[in-house]
């Protein structure tokens, strides 16, 4: 046993950059999604949602969406499901999270939030890390894909590291201490940096210290960018579609761009449009990139800087969820 123990192999594991040619994913699943339950702390933050999807989730805050909304449900796992369908159709490779079971569902509180891989988990270089929304019900999440770590991160020299378990508190304003952090804010940006954002809705900044200190501590320099609460998460006003070009809502940075991108090419997009994911679509490598065609107008802009666009429709869980692409998604591998 010892001797099994003691033995480490070489993972593939690798995400060096957010451009880098996705060849492995966790892409999540929609068949348990629910509306969150309201507390102090997403009551306070509802001003991120517009205001037919805020008017929605009040209304049937902590039901399924499959039983609160089944016509929009369906649309929803459509999407999503043809989502899949594209990336496997290039050729990657493509985990999908299980289910929970009945006493995991009322882990905490009702509801989970399973599509949204990218939440819970980032990779960066050969780290895995595990973070904690500030809203209870999405710590449940982490139980429907920790199935896929074991089998490839398990004895191999990848680091899986699981930020310490936040204290909550439903009836706080800043919904607990925490520490807080959401893979929504963690951008990897190429030659060992890392870009962490802060807006105050979800990460904190005492889960953003601390994934920066993990993170210099593996070789990484760690940057920071402040963004406004009017979105939700960094990837909700920023993408990066290959090195050197961004996609960006500049009102969604008040304070200015982040240093790493300051003379890049850019891309604009407006507030209204961040605020439906217009920015959470997703790079595939080699200047290939995928977004809703809602936004089609935007993908034009990106073709005339070379990029080339593949639509692939996520209009409604866009709009029901305030996430998109890059939320659903958490890569394992992408070659540099």
Known sequence: MQNKL???????????????????????RVDQLAYPTISKALAARMGIFNKPDRDKILANAGKPYAEADPVRFKKILKEVEDWVNLLEGRGIKVHRPRLLTAEELQYKEPGVG?????????????????????????????????HILNERISGTDAKWVTIPTPQTDTHCVEGG??????GGDVFVMGNNNVL??????????????WAADLLSSE???????????EVMHLDCCLSLPREGLAL???????????ELIKDWDIVDCTLEE?????CNGL?????VYAMSPEFAHIGKQLEAKGIEVLYSDMTETNHATGGGMRCSHAALVRED
């Not at 480490?8 to 060849?23: M, P």
């Not at 201490?177 to 959401?182: A, I």
């Open 114 to 146: 399973a599509l949204f891989v990218k939440d819970p988990l980032s990779v960066v270089g050969k780290v895995v890390i595990e973070g904690a929304n500030r809203f209870p019900m999405r710590h449940k999440d982490v139980f429907t894909y920790r």
């Open 6 to 28: 003691n033995e480490t192999t070489a993972t593939d594991i690798w995400v060096g950059s957010e451009w880098g040619v996705l060849k492995e994913v966790i892409i999540g």
């Open 248 to 258: 960006v809502c500049r009102d969604a940075f008040p304070n200015g761009l982040p």
């Open 196 to 209: 962490l954002g802060y807006n105050g809705v979800d990460s904190n900044m005492l889960g953003l210290q």
């Open 274 to 278: 961040a605020r439906i994911d217009a």
């Open 177 to 182: 201490k925490g520490p807080f952090l959401t």
């Open 219 to 229: 070789g990484w320099t760690v940057h920071f960018v402040e963004y406004s609460p």
């Open 283 to 287: 790079p595939l490598g080699e200047g």
